[in-house]
């Protein structure tokens, strides 16, 4: 191939391959700009919809959503010294930044010991960087946001601001996910699981912060003194779900890492099953067949593959035979010996 012909993908790695410094400085460069779009995003969704310091159309206070997992405890806890000391005038965006980094730190090391020490590393970034925007947003007061909060609050209520905390938090985690790191808490338990298990990512995710959810509620209507809004905050528990399952879809679309297809490649050409092997980490199964138009033997190879996989498996089987058909089939459970890169 010549020089002219090569992507810029290409170059970047013959490049990277001959200055192998500057390609981990370029690396983790990369890792910790993701990193902090990741704690951006959860942020201003989490001050913008989830717990909005603004009032409505009708001067009532926004209730609050509850979000899961490590911030969705840290927001009980909260709740939990209100109700036990309310003469303490507690600082809900302080308490909320401090708690939620107290509450990772087993987490931290959940992921250095069972995960990875690259991964726990930028897990704790992220972590930081949360508990940093979080505590900005709430005290910087940036007009911005708080319009957007108000119109959401105003327009679309309750539902408005589940769908959109939703896709905040999903964005969020699913970039951490991306480049095998994680936005903490919750999120290094369901993907310390979903790679033990090779299955999806969201569904634990869900799963876990079920009983979050319901104490938030509980702890509300406790605070209120169980009055008349009692029944308006077990109803904020039906939002809440409502925006876990937005997270989930969020998720599970954007991260593929433990998403598997099938692939079965029909080619004329017996050797491209060693051309495959030789390029992509999973074994392969052949069988042979004949062509009912054209009579020509036939074979088969069946691989399973990780779906981020997949484009580099097809590139390779239309440059070795152009001729070949490829079929793709996604996957929802595979058992058995399934090579994944480990996370660094």
């Not at 290094?188 to 999806?200: C, G, N």
């Amino acid at each position: 191939m010549s020089t002219n012909k090569k992507t810029l993908r290409e170059r970047y790695n013959e490049w990277t391959y001959r200055h192998i410094a500057w390609k981990y400085i370029l690396e983790y460069s990369w890792t910790f700009l993701v990193c902090t779009a990741s704690a951006f995003i959860f942020a201003i969704g989490f001050k913008t919809f989830m717990t909005p310091n603004n009032t409505g159309a009708t001067g009532s206070a926004a209730m609050k959503l509850v979000s899961g997992g490590m911030s969705g405890i840290s927001q009980n806890i909260t709740l939990i010294l209100q109700i036990i000391f309310p003469q303490w005038q507690i600082n809900e965006d302080l308490s909320y930044g401090v708690l939620y980094f107290v509450l990772n730190i087993p987490i931290f090391l959940l992921a250095w010991f069972g995960i990875g020490k690259r991964f726990a590393i930028f897990t704790l970034i992220n972590v930081i960087e949360v508990s940093l925007f979080s505590n900005l947003f709430g005290n910087l007061n940036w007009d911005f946001l708080t319009n957007v909060s108000k119109f959401v609050q105003e327009n679309g209520a309750m539902l408005s601001r589940a769908l959109f905390a939703g896709v905040c938090t999903g964005l969020s985690s699913a970039l951490a996910f991306k480049v095998d790191i994680s936005a903490g808490g919750i999120d290094v338990v369901s993907y310390y699981i979903a790679t033990k298990k090779r299955t999806s990512v969201g569904k634990y995710t869900i799963l876990l912060n079920s009983a979050t959810v319901i104490l938030f509620a509980v702890l509300t209507a406790t605070k209120a003194g169980w009055d008349d809004t009692t029944g308006s905050a077990f109803a904020t528990v039906l939002y809440s779900f409502l925006y876990m399952l937005v997270v989930m879809l969020v998720i599970d679309l954007i991260h593929v890492r433990n998403k598997k297809c099938e692939v079965r490649v029909v080619t004329a050409m017996p050797q491209l099953s060693e051309v495959l092997l030789a390029n992509i980490p999973h074994g392969a199964t052949l069988q042979k067949g004949v062509g009912a138009f054209s009579g020509e033997e036939k074979t088969i190879i069946s691989m399973v593959i990780s779906s981020y996989e997949v484009d580099a498996l097809v590139k390779l089987v239309q440059k070795e035979d152009p001729r070949a058909f490829v079929q793709v089939t996604t996957l929802t459970q595979v058992y058995g010996r399934f090579y994944v890169p480990p996370i660094k």
